[in-house]
């Protein structure tokens, strides 16, 4: 799905002592087809970037156009359809609940679609299969390792087939042969057609040859590609 | 590839109920204090209407009027011969004497409450009382019939026997016979009572053969029960004259304040629960509010959330309302209300075991239900208004 930002600004607690200018005047054009690399320093902005693009916060001014619709001035009810419909998102904390099992961790988007539970549970498990956790299914998520919990949160994240993927530091927590195996993950999903983000200041990551282009962002400011 | 409202709802009121299992200790906690606050409000209310029921009952068969003798401010022995003064008074329908007085059982302390009715033999007179007959047994010559309470039988140790005995004033012995027992639901006044025919109570407290207690007076209208009192009262010097509305009132009074009292003293009690209720529900846990805002940045909905709150606190007060009105109705039945009887009859009226039947009011159930499952649905869904509100951009 095609992606534009028109000078997009955003603060968090404007007009307070502790306010911040996390993305200063921020265009950007993602191609449908495009695998998309955001690399930068910590505290960049990179994490706000994808959470406008991934429809979880909206800009303070500018717009987002996503898919020819224009997300800016929408009400949170919108944003939380696109969520729900287009977006697979993979947390940098990862971000599953910890007491629900893998199983169930992966098949919570599919709760608010209405999909039913004979059909969540065999998509899930289709899913853990591809991605070679299926032996974790029933594992709570507070149990497993890093990598596996990596790979849970990318099978929540494509779950709901969505047409775009975004991954915030998909590698800060692994060595360097799962990070090679998340990078083949995000190969196969480029082959499908699939538009990837993924802000990361790992080398292996902007150098990998899935990424077709890599975007540099320092102080909320995006500067030429690298 | 989205599904209909309703698998939307479900698969939410799914999500609540796995959680509540996955959470079962601290749930279970909840929902005990829960179940305990319902059983006693429905414990209280069962044992109220038991009670109220079997009361009314009993009042249907209170003489319109009851006149007694006084002298020097006791009860006295009145005259049979008091019928035939009283008989040309117009709208009276009918005169029943009586016997009745106070029996002491010295080999186990107890009293019995002895009647003696002129119609004894009438079963449809008394039948208002609710009273088991035994089948008819070839009566013993010297045997007088009587029917007896649950409680004089069990204290007589009377067992599969039909027969027993009392004393008279003189220490003679009287024998009667077992024809009937009172029925369990008027247990309440008659689990003491001896009923027994008019000539045979005489005997009992060694009353003359012209002597009664009280004349039981049956008025045709009831809108002239005082003026036919008062022409009694006229007529007959030195008697009281007492009419069934004025003991239906006394009644009244003394059961309405102590179940007034006590409804106030349980809505402290289920007051302070939903206080607890709110003051949970409001302050989510770092982990709780960690899961709401994962929901959401996951495609929840805010309502989706107070939809799930509102599963959750359905499931925990839908089962405390089924442990604790079941709990009610096993208290009732097999303990006789053992925990509210003496604080709605007095500590005094104990002595005798009553047993009370549980009297199923839909009435009373959905009373229950609505001020106990849909505050408990307030006191938390509400606050989980602002839970829900929690923006998703904590988990980026
Ligand atoms: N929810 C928030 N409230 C206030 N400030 C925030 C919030 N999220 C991020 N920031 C600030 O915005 C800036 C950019 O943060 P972030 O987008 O997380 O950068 P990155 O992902 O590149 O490390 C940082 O200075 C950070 O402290
Ligand atoms: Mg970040």
């Known amino acids: 799905m095609k992606i534009e930002l028109h000078t997009v600004e955003k603060y968090y607690n404007r007009g307070a002592h502790n306010q911040v200018h996390a993305l200063r005047g921020i265009d950007l054009l993602i191609d449908a087809s495009e695998t998309v690399c955001i690399h930068g320093p910590s505290g960049s902005g990179k994490s706000t970037l994808l959470a406008i693009l991934g429809g979880i916060i909206g800009p303070t001014c500018g717009s987002a156009v996503i898919g020819g619709k224009k997300m800016a001035r929408l009400p949170d009810r919108f944003l939380t359809l696109y969520r729900r419909q287009h977006i697979g998102f993979i947390f940098q904390r990862f971000r599953l609940i910890p007491e629900l099992s893998v199983l169930e961790n992966v098949t919570l988007p599919l709760l608010p679609l209405g999909i039913r539970p004979a059909d969540r549970k065999k998509r899930g498990r289709e899913l853990l299969q591809r991605l070679e956790i299926d032996h974790r299914k029933d594992f709570p998520a507070a149990e497993i390792s890093g990598g596996e919990l990596q790979r849970a949160a990318v099978a929540r994240a494509l779950i709901n087939d969505p047409s775009v993927i975004i991954a915030d530091e998909p590698t800060a927590h692994l060595d360097t042969r799962l990070s090679e195996d998340f990078l083949t993950i995000m190969t196969d999903l480029k082959r499908l057609g699939k538009t990837i983000i993924i802000a990361s200041h790992d080398p292996l990551v902007s150098a990998s040859p899935v990424v077709d282009r890599c975007l540099?962002?320092?102080?909320?400011?995006?500067?030429a590609a690298s | 590839m989205a599904g209909s409202y309703l698998d939307r709802q479900l698969n939410i009121a799914d999500y609540a109920l796995s959680g509540f299992i996955r959470r079962l200790g601290r749930n279970s906690v909840v929902v005990f204090i829960f179940a305990l606050v319902i059983f006693m409000v429905a414990s209280f209310s069962l044992t109220t209407t038991s009670l109220k029921h079997s009361a009314s009952r009993l009042l249907t068969t209170v003489p319109d009027i009851t006149v007694q003798q006084m002298s020097a401010g006791r009860q006295a022995a009145l005259s049979v011969t008091v019928i035939e003064k009283l008989d040309g008074i117009f709208g009276i329908r009918?005169?029943?004497?009586?016997?009745?007085?106070?029996?002491?059982d010295e080999n186990n302390g107890a009293n019995y409450t002895v009647i003696g009715h002129a119609n004894f033999s009438d079963k449809a007179r008394i039948a208002g009382l609710g009273i088991d007959f035994l089948p008819a047994l070839k009566l013993d010559a010297d045997a007088d019939p009587a029917v007896l309470g649950r409680g004089v039988r069990e204290n007589l140790e009377l067992?599969?026997?039909?027969?027993?005995?009392?004393?008279?004033?003189?220490?003679?012995?009287?024998?009667?016979?077992?024809?009937?027992?009172?029925?369990?639901?008027?247990?309440?006044?008659?689990?003491?009572?001896i009923i027994m025919d008019l000539d045979s109570a005489r005997e009992l407290f060694g009353l003359g053969p012209d002597d009664i207690t009280d004349l039981l007076v049956d008025v045709a209208n009831p809108l002239e029960i005082d003026t036919i009192a008062d022409k009694i009262g006229e007529r007959l010097a030195g008697v009281r004259v007492v009419t069934s509305e004025r003991i239906k009132k006394t009644y009244r009074v003394a059961f309405g304040w102590r179940s007034g009292f006590g409804l106030a003293c349980l809505f402290g009690a289920v007051a302070a629960f939903f206080i607890f209720a709110w003051d949970k529900a409001s302050g989510l846990t770092p982990a709780q509010q960690q899961e709401v805002a994962i929901l959401k940045a996951l495609g929840w909905h805010t309502e989706d959330v107070i939809t799930l709150r509102f599963w959750e606190s359905l499931i925990i007060s839908a089962l405390a309302f089924c442990l604790g009105y079941l709990g009610a109705w096993m208290h009732l039945l097999f303990f006789d209300g053992i925990l509210f009887r003496p604080l709605l009859l007095g500590w005094s009226v104990l002595k005798p075991p009553l047993s009370l039947v549980p009297v199923f009011s839909f009435a009373d159930l959905l009373l229950i239900f609505s001020l106990s499952v849909l505050p408990y649905l307030a006191a938390t869904v509400i606050p989980a208004w602002q839970s829900a509100t929690i923006r998703p951009d904590s988990v980026i």
């Open chain 1, 216 to 223: 540099y962002l320092r102080d909320g400011l995006l500067c």
């Open chain 2, 94 to 104: 009918s005169m029943e004497p009586r016997v009745w007085g106070y029996y002491f």
């Open chain 2, 159 to 193: 067992g599969e026997r039909r027969t027993f005995s009392l004393f008279r004033p003189d220490l003679s012995v009287q024998s009667f016979i077992t024809v009937g027992t009172f029925s369990a639901e008027t247990s309440m006044v008659t689990d003491d009572l």
